[in-house]
T-cell receptor, first 114, second 113 residues
């Protein structure tokens, strides 16, 4: 079985540009999470979905960030406009309700905003 | 307010030694305590987890010790190997709900041959 698939793996962009990160969760999983990892702040939960519905977006840093989950097999995290402080590794993770709570992470998207 | 405090930030151990990483939590409503292992360029992956009704859980060379009264839990890696070199995160969940989770800041473990 394929794990959580994220794209792109690396993105370098200039300040002010729009960035879209993509995630395909594990088939059958009903929870999807977006995390951001930086040296300064560690692993931060940005937003999570249950059955494609956003449940808690309190971790989204500001209005420049938005996330969608149009169907059970696809989610996007968009940053518009991007800023240098958004540079980080963004992880998508999924899990199944009623399971042990184990999060299955993708390999991450490393974003560099110049 | 940081709900899970992890220490040390980094750890260097000789091959064959014991690696110990500690976490302390504040909220007694947490009911699931996983440890994740992350290799460079990869996402974190579940290593081992424990619930508060158990004081110890062992899987191979990895053991979680849990002290409910002290609100502390720790990861012990016995016979540490260079392949164990990675970053380790402790976490705490409410109701086994990863959406109600908080992660420690991580410990970078280096095992020297």
């Amino acid at each position: 079985d394929a794990g959580v698939i994220q794209s792109p793996r690396h993105e370098v962009t200039e300040m002010g540009q729009e960035v879209t990160l993509r995630c395909k969760p594990i088939s059958g999983h009903d929870y999807l999470f977006w995390y951001r990892q930086t040296m300064m702040r560690g692993l931060e939960l940005l937003i999570y979905f249950n059955n494609n519905v956003p449940i808690d977006d309190s971790g989204m840093p500001e209005d420049r960030f938005s996330a969608k989950m149009p169907n059970a097999s696809f989610s996007t995290l968009k940053i518009q406009p991007s800023e240098p402080r958004d540079s980080a590794v963004y992880f998508c993770a999924s899990t199944l309700r009623g399971s042990t709570g184990e999060l299955f992470f993708g390999e991450g998207s490393r974003l560099t905003v110049l | 307010q940081q709900q899970v405090k992890q220490s040390p930030q980094s750890l260097i151990v000789q091959k064959g030694g014991i690696s110990i990483i500690n976490c302390a939590y504040e909220n007694t409503a947490f009911d699931y305590f996983p440890w994740y292992q992350q290799f460079p360029g990869k996402g974190p992956a579940l290593l081992i987890a424990i619930r508060p009704d158990v004081s110890e859980k062992k899987e191979g060379r990895f053991t979680i010790s849990f002290n409910k009264s002290a609100k502390q839990f720790s990861l012990h890696i016995m016979d540490s190997q260079p392949g164990d070199s990675a970053t380790y995160f402790c976490a705490a969940y409410f109701n086994t709900n990863a959406g109600k989770s908080t992660f420690g800041d991580g410990t970078t473990l280096t095992v020297k041959p």
